[in-house]
């Protein structure tokens, strides 16, 4: 790697820094137990905070500010950006780095009136220093981390989870454990994690680096700064990972108990006298646990996995956690998976829906959207809901969604005739649909060469479950760009 002063190119950075998350990776995976004690000067690589930068400018809260009132995405002028870079770089390597307190912002549960999600929103320069940091310890820990493990992970995705859930849930694990973990961002135990980061890395530098994060404070709503004695604020581009890191406790502890029996024909054996198997497919904080066995080895669960948690400063949330039957029901990732009769035969098959929380948060947001002071033009209007059925649609085109998609594509219709004929009292249906309504079906709206989305028309696929054969970013060395 490029150890000069001079800051690459964005292409070759990320080349180079590519190269030394595989020999991380690799070094990691074929040494399950080598400790990595000198990776700190690749989180001041000035090809590491190039990668980084990119990352937080392209981010989604790129234009959101944090207690510094710096906002990314505003530091566009090259010589801003070699500045801000250089000067970051300089107080990593001198040790004067000490990250800022987040700023808190409170968000809206979508449909839980009253409730919300504490997210912690770090400074500019904090998220790219956590960014850097990302890039040298994901490689590290994904060789450890299991299969059964979907969130905030490279090339890994929530339909993933629902596949394999599918998938046992097809082959009589039929008992379920659904989990809730009470505020598991805020009550996170900074000691445990910090434990769990030292058994790969032992760089003093890094895990300093990593518990001042843990340690910068919150700064609330109204000025107020407050200590960070537990959690790892929401918000935080190295959060995900550090949650990841301490709930792979969870992950270890299950899949251990999967891998004692050995074979399938033992785990048979195993049920055939009375035990039980499990399968845990786990989001981020959000998991289930899929027993092939009784109600009662489900319900054995509850002090099971609070026993697991208990060293994480974490607990159960009884209102929220429950045991059910497959043929019951259950929520996951905005999906309603239950098993049902096959219509016109006798077989029991699992199918995954849109919930109905999901569908009053699209619908929820439609409705935002279709307020009538709030856009300029219906083009402008079409844009933003365009924007937001599409993403939606996407999310669920895997599961048995086709009666959902035209109710939401009946009720998008529906606001936007409505706002139109709002937005012009005086106009006769007639005159509506000679100049707003146009093509085939349903006389979609359509301003400016933009036309209504249709939910109806999105094709719905069979997500296949992959298993354990997900590779990782880092499985093959990149190659260079190919000049001129």
Not at 51 to 72: E, F, M, Q, S
Not at 106 to 129: E, H, T, Y
Not at 350 to 359: E, F, I, T
């Amino acid at each position: 790697m490029n150890t000069g002063e001079s800051w690459p190119d964005v292409e070759m950075a990320w080349l180079r820094v590519r190269r030394m998350q595989t020999k991380l990776h690799l070094w990691a995976t074929t040494d399950p137990g080598r400790r990595f004690d000198d990776v700190f000067n690749l989180v001041y690589h000035p090809d590491f905070l190039t990668v980084a930068w990119d990352r937080v400018r392209g981010n989604k809260g790129a234009r959101t500010a944090g207690v510094d009132r710096v906002i990314p995405a505003f530091i566009s002028d090259d010589a801003d950006v070699v500045a801000f870079l250089a000067d970051t770089r300089d107080r990593l390597k001198c040790r004067a780095f000490r990250p800022l307190p987040a700023r808190e912002r409170l968000i809206p549960k979508p449909g839980q009136a009253g409730k919300f999600r504490r997210l912690g929103i770090p400074s500019a320069m904090d998220r790219l220093v956590q960014a850097s940091l990302v890039l040298v310890l994901e490689p590290i820990f994904e060789a450890d981390f299991k299969p059964v493990s979907y969130g905030f992970r490279p090339k890994r995705r929530a339909q993933d989870a629902i596949a394999e859930i599918h998938y046992f849930g097809s082959r009589k694990y039929h008992w379920v454990f659904e989990a809730d973990i009470t505020a598991c961002f805020d009550e996170l135990a900074h000691f445990a994690i910090l434990d769990r980061v030292r058994r790969r890395v032992t760089d003093k530098r890094v895990l300093a680096l990593v518990k001042a994060f843990l340690k910068a404070g919150i700064m609330a709503e109204g000025g107020q700064i407050r200590d960070s004695d537990t959690g790892t604020p929401q918000g935080g581009i190295a959060s995900p990972l550090l949650a990841n890191i301490a709930l792979s406790v969870l992950d270890e502890h299950f899949c251990a108990k999967w891998d004692s029996h050995g074979t399938d024909m033992r785990r048979f054996t195993h049920r055939k006298r009375g035990g039980a198997t499990y399968r845990i497919v786990r989001y981020a904080d959000d998991f289930v646990i899929m027993v092939n066995g009784s109600q009662a080895h489900a319900e054995a669960l509850w002090e099971e996995v609070a026993s697991v948690l208990a060293p994480l400063g974490l607990r159960l949330s009884e209102a929220k956690s429950r045991v059910c039957h497959l043929d019951e029901g259950f929520d996951f990732l905005g999906f309603h998976i239950q098993r049902r009769r096959k219509k016109g035969t006798t077989k029991m098959v699992v199918y995954a829906y849109p919930s109905k929380k999901a569908l009053a948060s699209i619908t929820a947001k439609v409705r935002a959207l279709t307020n009538r002071a709030r856009h300029r033009t219906l083009a402008d209007l079409l844009r933003q809901l365009n924007a937001a059925l599409r993403g939606w649609c996407n999310y669920f085109r895997h599961g048995v969604s086709s009666a959902t998609f035209g109710y939401l594509g009946a009720f998008a219709w529906q606001r936007v005739t409505r706002w139109l004929r709002k937005r012009h009292p005086r106009i006769t249906w007639k005159q509506l649909r000679r100049r707003y309504l146009s093509g085939e079906p349903g006389w979609r709206p359509t301003e400016g060469g933009i036309e209504l989305f249709y939910p109806q028309q999105v094709p719905i696929t069979r997500y296949r479950w992959r298993a354990a054969n997900i590779p990782t970013p880092w499985t093959s060395l990149p190659t260079a760009p190919a000049a001129g």
